[in-house]
Nanobody, 121 residues
Framework: QVQLVESGGGLEQPGGSLRLSCAASGSIFRINGMAWYRQAPGKQRELVAT???????NYADSVKGRFTISRDNAKNTVYLQMSSLKPEDTAVYYCNANLQSSVIGPRMSYWGQGTQVTVSS
């Protein structure tokens, strides 16, 4: 059994910063790619940022230069540092991990429960 638990969401003013964390626990052999997604009310879930096992990162155009994704492999944790926040960043943020539970196990995708980020004055 694998769990992803997010933390760090909340209410922030425009221009402010927040840092999200997502810790994976349970039966984990190897974590490959990790990512953050978000879903605003009435909209589809969208990819925000990804980070590969060796640290290669990619970002949605809407967050480039403002958000930074990073990971701590020793802690099985991925982070999202969000700066210069805008009202349009308001959404539920979900982390995703592609991982193997054993050396011969298949790669499977797991999701966290989501954490609310609200940007408003």
């Amino acid at each position: 059994q694998v769990q992803l638990v997010e933390s760090g969401g909340g209410l922030e003013q425009p221009g402010g910063s927040l840092r999200l964390s997502c810790a994976a626990s349970g039966s984990i052999f190897r974590i490959n790619g990790m990512a953050w997604y978000r879903q605003a009310p009435g909209k589809q879930r969208e990819l925000v940022a990804t980070i590969g096992s060796l640290g290669t990162t990619n970002y949605a155009d809407s967050v480039k230069g403002r958000f930074t994704i990073s990971r701590d492999n020793a802690k099985n944790t991925v982070y999202l540092q969000m700066s210069s926040l805008k009202p349009e960043d308001t959404a539920v943020y979900y982390c995703n991990a592609n991982l193997q539970s054993s050396v011969i196990g298949p790669r499977m995708s797991y999701w966290g429960q989501g954490t609310q980020v609200t940007v408003s004055s």
